[in-house]
């Protein structure tokens, strides 16, 4: 018995609307065919044997196919038709309409793979949906100015850093949380990192918001033509840190206050701006986490090659142990290579510093130095020391986990001079629009300068790569 023969018969509502994406045909000799096949097409007045006609929308806006009705004046007519197929139980007749000819497919772009299909009665759009890929590596090819930054959660370290490579900073979002401590005094340091950057650094736009809730759409409608090239990003990161206590990072969870969803808000970023290259950096834990397996899966669909590297600061130029992961995701069709190792210390770093270093405050007395230093998490270098430990965030509040310089037995405590040497950020990087506590915390929770300065130089490259090699590439962006 055949399918024919065991249908069903189905009685299905119709909708006002239908969509459809599907796949541009590309054949070898160059020759496009769109073809659409659907059980749909009835609902919308579609049926076997009917006339229609198509009608092109303009150059790159693509086609609308059209019943008719009673128009003696269209001359090129075609007709729906339908397809058996004997051995279907769901669906024996298929009704199916295509689309070959050269002058209507010119309205969808060559570089164009999918359209977008809108069915509504009597009328089919066929829209081109625009390669990404393809519009993000011609940004890059028509840029005025390639070397550009949209620097996001940043309060100015990594930004300066990409600015020392020979990048213009056009764009910066940042907005530091109003933590617990901070709302029961009364106290709101939103600012404190756009206003440090803005001491530094001359952008266009400076979007003073939350990342979890700014408006993509009024982004690019402010930013408009002033588009950059790479988005530097760094995603909160006490989810994923050590220093942080699984208990602390479930509580958090619980509490609505983990930042670990922040990764959602990133890639509303890179979705809505689509920058032909991202720049990550994000704590060691990240790369194994679960939620840095989707950042990566998520832009590799995008279209974007993602390298990943855990480099660290020694290798460097740097003067801590700071380990930080970095993800660089670029559309570009040539390689990219992380910075190159440099050989580490062999001499301690403190006689080369110390003199430019000031007076240091003796903190051998305070209790939570002492208990620090009694359960070995007090984090001490002294002058033999080829390197010291990494600052954190909470350096200045003087915890358990503070760097400490321990000298003939007595601790002294870092002032923002020592701060800004172990972190390798230069003089010439101002700290003055914000408080000592908050600078501290912006040093504690920066990337190493020298580290990431090295990091966006290589991007650089990268980006000189294309520029000087694109006119001799096939490039396929299909």
């Not at 910066?172 to 206003?195: N, T, Y």
């Not at 220093?243 to 602390?248: E, H, L």
């Not at 002294?382 to 601790?411: H, P, T």
Request: charge should be positive.
């Amino acid at each position: 018995m055949s399918a024919l023969e065991n249908q069903v018969k189905v009685n299905l509502n119709i909708p006002n609307i239908g969509t459809k994406k599907l796949k541009i045909t590309q054949y070898s000799d160059g020759k496009r065919k769109f073809q659409l096949s659907s059980n749909l097409l009835p609902l919308f007045n579609f049926n076997k044997g009917d006339k229609v006609y198509e009608e092109s929308r303009g150059e790159g806006l693509g086609y609308v196919i059209r019943k008719l009705n009673s128009n003696p004046l269209i001359r090129r007519v075609k007709h729906v038709y339908s397809r058996t197929y004997k051995r279907r139980l769901s669906n024996p007749c298929e009704v199916s309409y295509e689309s070959t000819a050269k002058d209507i497919l010119a309205s969808i772009p060559d570089t164009c793979t999918h359209v977008q299909v809108i069915m509504q009665p009597d009328c089919i759009y066929v829209l081109p949906i625009n390669n990404l890929v393809a519009d993000r590596i011609n940004k890059v090819m028509t840029a005025e100015n390639p070397f550009t930054v949209f620097s996001c959660c940043s309060s100015g370290i990594d930004g300066y850093a990409a600015f020392k490579a020979g990048f213009q900073i056009n764009s910066l979002l940042d907005w530091r949380p109003i933590e617990a401590r901070d709302e029961k005094k009364g106290q709101d340091f939103s600012e404190s990192g756009v206003l440090t950057a803005l001491n530094n650094l001359k952008v266009k736009h400076v979007f003073n918001q939350d990342i979890t809730d700014i408006s993509t759409g009024m982004l690019k409608r402010l930013i408009g033509k002033d588009d950059s090239m790479v988005l530097t990003i760094s995603l909160q990161c006490d989810g994923f840190s050590g220093a942080c206590s699984p208990a602390d990072k479930r509580r958090a969870i619980d509490e609505c206050s983990s930042n670990i969803d922040m990764l959602i808000d990133g890639l509303r970023l890179v979705s809505a701006l689509q920058f032909p290259i991202v720049v990550l950096e994000q704590v060691p834990g990240f790369k194994s986490s679960d939620i840095g397996n989707v950042w990566n899966l998520r832009l590799s669909k995008m279209g974007y090659k993602v390298h990943e590297a855990i480099l660290d600061s020694r290798d460097y130029g740097g003067l801590t142990s700071r380990k930080r992961y970095f993800s660089v995701a670029s559309t570009l069709p040539v390689p990219f290579e992380f910075p190159t190792q440099e050989p580490r210390r062999t001499t301690p770093f403190w006689n080369e510093i110390e003199s430019e270093v000031g007076e240091l405050r003796n903190v051998s007395k305070s209790r939570s130095i002492q208990k620090g230093a009694e359960c070995g998490r007090l984090r001490a270098f002294n002058r033999e020391s080829l390197y010291a430990n990494s600052l954190l965030k909470s350096q200045n509040r003087m915890c358990k986990d503070s760097v400490v310089f321990e000298d003939n037995g007595e601790y002294y405590f870092p002032n923002e001079i020592l701060e800004k040497r172990l972190m390798t950020v230069p003089d010439s990087f101002s700290l003055n629009a914000t408080s000592k506590t908050l600078a501290s915390e912006i040093l504690g929770q920066g990337v190493c300068f020298k580290l990431y300065n090295k990091l966006m130089l290589s991007v650089k490259n990268h980006i000189e790569s294309f520029i000087t090699n694109n006119s001799h590439m096939n490039i396929d962006l299909a």
